[in-house]
């Protein structure tokens, strides 16, 4: 039988505890956004991905012609550029692929003795087909494919972690 999910009462933790709000991941590609700032924030994006560690990092990174949708510096000296998805769509992938290149190329007019990594990351749930199909494009197009656990697994460790602390919380 599978395990019941728990849930929580989103709205009076934003009015009670507010600084907890950052686990609520919620939908779409702002969910994507919100885990990679907590993955950033509690110093792990660059372990998971095996990058060198993070100086300083921009989510909405404005360019000439559009916006990243993260920038990281390295302390090597390197730029990694994100564009994060919500989904696993043809489509998607193919923009976020393209998106990445331009975003590339821009960055690297403003910082041309700089190795720049192209990142693309998008939830995925188990092993996938399309996972793999899109691992090998972004390799044939010199992109790093990240992906994320499925979103509600990783908001799961969040709400764990507060009925933890806050059992009162819990939606019954």
């Known amino acids: 039988m599978a ?95 393209g998106q990445l290149s331009m975003y590339a190329v821009q960055v690297g007019f403003s910082r041309s003795n700089t190795g720049i990594r192209k990142i693309l990351t998008v939830p995925v749930e188990g092993k996938s087909d399309d996972a793999l199909l899109i691992d090998q494009a972004c390799r044939d197009a010199g992109v790093i494919f990240e992906p994320l656990g499925p979103i509600q697994e990783h908001e799961d460790v969040g709400i764990d972690l507060i009925l933890s602390r806050y059992p009162q919380y819990e939606k019954k």
Request: with cysteine; hydrophobic share 40%.
């Open 3 to 97: 395990k019941k999910r728990k849930t929580i009462d989103w709205e009076t933790i934003e009015r009670e505890k507010p600084n907890l709000r950052c686990l609520h991941l919620g939908h779409g590609e702002k969910a994507v956004t919100r885990l990679l700032k907590n993955l950033l924030w509690v110093g792990k994006l660059s372990e998971a991905w095996d990058l060198s560690n993070v100086l300083w990092h921009e989510f909405e990174f404005p360019l000439p012609r559009g916006k990243a949708d993260l920038v990281l510096f390295h302390a090597d000296g390197t730029i990694s550029v994100v564009e994060a998805k919500d989904r696993l769509d043809t489509r998607q992938i193919v923009a976020g692929i």
